[in-house]
């Protein structure tokens, strides 16, 4: 008999909402979430197909050119601005490919202008043209590990450890290139002193050869005090830190510097 009492037309439901929305409808907030989690899924998708892209261009690359390339004389490792540097940053990096053939140049030339120092009865010529020989062989490969092949990783990987490597050690190249274009006697260097001393002995075939070796350190040493501002520039702008750095360091290691991607 209690339900012949109930009114028919009575309800225990909330007439507050609309009965004919949709219950399953998301707020404006959760669609927005939603959206945003769908953005961030689809861009790391692009960036691993990207990266897969460019990937299989570089394997085949390699297998159809070989794996080691440089030194051409004697390969040792894979070089190639063209196929490993983005193209927005290849002229920058061929500048500094250019400037340390310019450094290998430099040293030779150095070490012959010490020479004829030492023929032109210098009587710090023995000393100059030790230290120079020690320079051509020791700073040619230094050079290329310690400051070159950082700023080459830093721009191919994007990674803030090859900058601040190449930070410090071509900032040490820096005090080194003004060092030598002053051309102390007896320090290896055939800079600018050396060049007086040399034209006041009337030694001029000497005199000539220490001007080209301090055009020559003056010349790598402006040029990379150019790039050197470029390059703290663009770290900047990336968002690379020594945190950062740190960081790479420890979960990546010295294994990194060797290896490709």
Same mark, same amino acid.
């Given at each position: 008999m209690?339900?012949?009492?109930?009114? @028919?037309f009575g309800s225990t439901h909330s007439l507050d909402h609309n009965p004919f929305d949709d219950p399953q409808q998301p707020s404006q907030q959760q669609q927005a979430g939603y959206d945003q989690r769908i953005a961030a899924v689809q861009q790391r998708e692009a960036d691993l197909?990207?990266?897969?892209?460019?990937?299989?261009?570089?394997?085949? !690359? /390699?297998?159809?050119? +070989?794996? *080691?390339?440089? %030194? @051409?004389?004697? %390969?040792l490792i894979?070089? $190639?601005?063209?196929?490993?540097?983005?193209? *927005? $940053?290849? @002229?920058?990096?061929?500048?500094?490919?250019?400037?340390?053939? =310019?450094?290998?140049? #430099?040293? /030779? /030339?150095?070490?012959?202008a010490c020479?004829?120092?030492?023929? +032109? +009865?210098?009587?710090?010529?023995? !000393?100059?043209?030790?230290?120079?020989?020690?320079?051509? &062989?020791? /700073?040619? =490969?230094?050079?290329?590990?310690?400051?070159?092949?950082?700023?080459? *990783?830093?721009?191919?990987?994007?990674?803030a450890l090859y900058y601040y490597l190449y930070f410090f050690f071509c900032g040490f190249h820096l005090l080194f290139s003004f060092y030598m274009i002053i051309g102390i006697p007896s320090t290896g260097s055939a800079g600018l002193i050396q060049t007086v001393g040399m034209f006041n002995r009337g030694a001029i075939p000497a005199g000539i050869l220490c001007i080209i070796a301090t055009v020559g350190w003056t010349i790598q040493g402006v040029g990379h005090a150019w790039y050197y501002k470029q390059i703290w520039a663009?770290? #900047?702008?990336?968002?690379?830190?020594?945190?950062?750095?740190?960081?790479? &360091?420890? #979960?990546?290691?010295?294994k990194s510097y060797f290896t490709r991607g």
């Amino acid at each position: 008999m209690t339900d012949y009492n109930q009114n @028919p037309f009575g309800s225990t439901h909330s007439l507050d909402h609309n009965p004919f929305d949709d219950p399953q409808q998301p707020s404006q907030q959760q669609q927005a979430g939603y959206d945003q989690r769908i953005a961030a899924v689809q861009q790391r998708e692009a960036d691993l197909e990207r990266r897969e892209s460019e990937l299989n261009q570089r394997a085949e !690359h /390699i297998r159809t050119h +070989g794996k *080691n390339n440089w %030194p @051409p004389f004697f %390969p040792l490792i894979f070089h $190639s601005i063209k196929d490993e540097i983005p193209e *927005n $940053s290849r @002229p920058l990096m061929t500048r500094m490919y250019q400037l340390w053939l =310019v450094l290998l140049a #430099t040293l /030779i /030339i150095n070490f012959v202008a010490c020479l004829f120092v030492l023929l +032109g +009865g210098s009587p710090d010529g023995g !000393h100059d043209l030790g230290a120079s020989i020690g320079y051509m &062989l020791f /700073i040619s =490969v230094c050079s290329f590990l310690l400051w070159y092949r950082p700023i080459y *990783n830093g721009y191919m990987k994007e990674q803030a450890l090859y900058y601040y490597l190449y930070f410090f050690f071509c900032g040490f190249h820096l005090l080194f290139s003004f060092y030598m274009i002053i051309g102390i006697p007896s320090t290896g260097s055939a800079g600018l002193i050396q060049t007086v001393g040399m034209f006041n002995r009337g030694a001029i075939p000497a005199g000539i050869l220490c001007i080209i070796a301090t055009v020559g350190w003056t010349i790598q040493g402006v040029g990379h005090a150019w790039y050197y501002k470029q390059i703290w520039a663009h770290h #900047t702008a990336a968002g690379h830190s020594f945190d950062k750095a740190k960081t790479e &360091l420890a #979960t990546q290691g010295a294994k990194s510097y060797f290896t490709r991607g």
